[in-house]
């Protein structure tokens, strides 16, 4: 009775995962299509598997690779046809297509996250021009997190932000001959005086009058004061007959040069420049800044890196805030607002956030599943640093946004910063953006306002089309 009542539920479990298939490629058929002359196999970005099919056919000529999407998480699939001939029904044959994939990749039509998109290509003028394009499948996948890509996205964070040299033996503080100085003898390093640098002392002002410059500035000081904060040697203090001594100094534009000063920059070479650009473009101060740091953003993270080395004596990032998406805690338990893995310093240098990157890394599994707790991360930088002027985040274009309920608990502006072009941006954050006031910004554009959409107005953004429906951003396809 047991075998015969498992016999007979397997055939019911088939036809209902059947009618879901169909009602997946029926609304996917439906979608609008995306007419463009011909489409180009991306270079970079996400990784992708093109599953090829002869024009007019709905078999596949080669599904070698097909094992990588296994534990991959499939981001969107392109389904690719020509046009020609253009008065022809070609919904059937693509309906075939669809159903041949959902055999060759069993589960493809149960993941929610996957973003369907049909492509028309029109160069095809004849059949044998239209023979030549690509006609079947690209999946866009993301592979899963390995303990070997952990290991090299550490290895670059680090070498971004290598240890200074040895400190070299400390030396008596300099001092400034006061004979020397006048006479300009001597070769020696400039020295500081209430943070301004001195070029000339003397025993008169108007001597020092014919090498006054702009915005320098001459200060008396008694031949005591001097000995004492070792501007002068014994022997030079002595020369000194009047009550003062006067220094000319010039404007300190900034700090000393540090140990770090002297290191040579590592090289960078990323494909998607959005952060350098976008902080290169904008003037933000005091910025508190929410980064994930999940599997595939090391590049993003490589150039918050390099921005904080290039600006360390002039840093514009108050605060640093860096999450995972709970450590390793099984997605199944997930839970908005406690998810954690969330770590928070102040940002003072490269490699003090170099560490800060590293430690929560460490801590977590490359983010689990697709989702991230942006939000939860949001809103601990907020509560760490309330002082901060603004708040940034840099985020995965294509990671939903795991708590997006807590999106109206955030009371500051939030501006994005939407590392990965391939995708475009995932409607949570343009949802994040535009109930926060906050902005976008894409390595190429800056997006300051998202009000258009809360008019009714659709919005074309990083070359994509969005409109806002019943509290929802939605994608125009």
């Known amino acids: 009775m047991k075998f015969l009542l498992t016999t007979l539920l397997l055939p019911a479990a088939i036809v209902a995962a059947r009618a879901q298939s169909h009602s997946l490629i029926d609304s996917v058929l439906n979608h609008r299509v995306i007419t463009i002359p011909a489409y180009e196999i991306p270079e970079t970005g996400a990784e992708n598997l093109v599953l090829t099919m002869n024009y007019g056919k709905s078999?596949?000529?080669?599904?070698a690779g097909i094992a990588r999407l296994?534990?991959?998480?499939?981001?969107?699939?392109?389904?690719?046809?020509?046009?020609?001939?253009?008065?022809?029904?070609?919904?059937p044959l693509n309906k075939n297509r669809l159903l041949e994939l959902c055999r060759l990749v069993p589960g493809i039509d149960q993941q929610p996250q996957i973003s369907w998109n049909i492509v028309r290509q029109t160069s095809g003028y004849d059949k044998p021009s239209a023979e030549k394009l690509v006609h079947g499948f690209v999946i866009n996948y993301r592979s899963p997190y390995t303990e070997d890509a952990a290991r090299e996205e550490a290895a670059l964070i680090t070498s971004l932000t290598p240890a200074p040299p040895p400190a070299?033996?400390?030396?008596?503080?300099?001092?400034?001959?006061?004979?020397?100085?006048?006479h300009r003898t001597g070769n020696r390093e400039p020295v500081i005086y209430n943070n301004r640098v001195i070029r000339q002392t003397a025993h008169s002002r108007s001597y020092?009058?014919?090498?006054?410059?702009?915005?320098?500035?001459v200060i008396a000081i008694s031949s005591e004061e001097a000995y004492r904060k070792k501007l002068m040697v014994p022997r030079g203090s002595k020369l000194v007959k009047q009550d003062s001594l006067f220094l000319l100094t010039e404007r300190l534009d900034k700090p000393p040069a540090t140990l770090l000063d002297s290191l040579p920059l590592p090289r960078l070479n990323v494909a998607d420049s959005t952060v350098l650009n976008s902080f290169a473009r904008n003037t933000?101060?005091?910025?508190?800044?929410?980064?994930?740091?999940?599997?595939?953003?090391?590049?993003?993270?490589?150039?918050?890196?390099?921005?904080?080395?290039?600006?360390?004596?002039r840093n514009n990032i108050d605060y640093l805030v860096c999450f995972?998406?709970?450590?390793?805690?099984?997605?199944?338990?997930?839970?908005?607002?406690?998810?954690?893995?969330?770590?928070?310093?102040?940002?003072?240098?490269?490699?003090?956030?170099?560490?800060?990157?590293?430690?929560?890394?460490?801590?977590?599994?490359?983010?689990?599943?697709?989702?991230?707790?942006?939000?939860?991360?949001?809103?601990?930088?907020i509560r760490e640093a309330p002082?901060?002027?603004?708040?940034?985040?840099?985020?995965?274009?294509?990671?939903?946004?795991?708590?997006?309920?807590?999106?109206?608990?955030?009371?500051?502006?939030?501006?994005?910063?939407?590392?990965?072009?391939?995708?475009?941006?995932?409607p949570d954050y343009i949802r994040l953006a535009l109930a926060t006031g906050g902005s976008l910004h894409f390595?190429?554009?800056d997006i300051p306002t998202l009000e258009p959409l809360n008019r009714g107005e659709k919005m074309v953004i990083n070359k994509i089309t969005y409109y806002l429906y019943n509290g929802r951003i939605y994608r125009e396809l």
Request: hydrophobic share 40%; aromatic share 8%.
């Open 208 to 217: 020092l009058a014919p090498y006054i410059k702009q915005y320098d500035t």
């Open 387 to 426: 002082t901060s002027k603004e708040v940034i985040l840099i985020a995965d274009s294509w990671a939903p946004v795991r708590d997006t309920p807590l999106i109206a608990s955030i009371h500051r502006p939030i501006h994005i910063m939407v590392c990965g072009k391939r995708l475009g941006i995932h």
């Open 168 to 182: 070299p033996p400390a030396q008596p503080a300099p001092r400034i001959n006061h004979w020397e100085v006048i």
């Open 70 to 91: 296994q534990s991959a998480q499939i981001l969107s699939v392109d389904l690719l046809y020509s046009d020609f001939p253009p008065a022809l029904n070609l919904k």
């Open 324 to 381: 995972n998406d709970g450590d390793k805690m099984p997605d199944k338990k997930k839970i908005i607002n406690q998810t954690g893995g969330i770590y928070g310093e102040k940002a003072e240098n490269a490699r003090q956030a170099s560490q800060l990157v590293l430690k929560t890394m460490n801590k977590g599994n490359g983010g689990g599943d697709l989702q991230e707790n942006v939000c939860e991360a949001i809103l601990y930088g």
């Open 284 to 313: 933000f101060t005091n910025a508190l800044v929410v980064m994930d740091v999940t599997g595939s953003m090391s590049p993003y993270i490589a150039q918050l890196l390099r921005w904080l080395w290039l600006q360390q004596q």
């Open 59 to 63: 078999q596949f000529n080669d599904t």
């Open 443 to 445: 390595e190429k554009e």
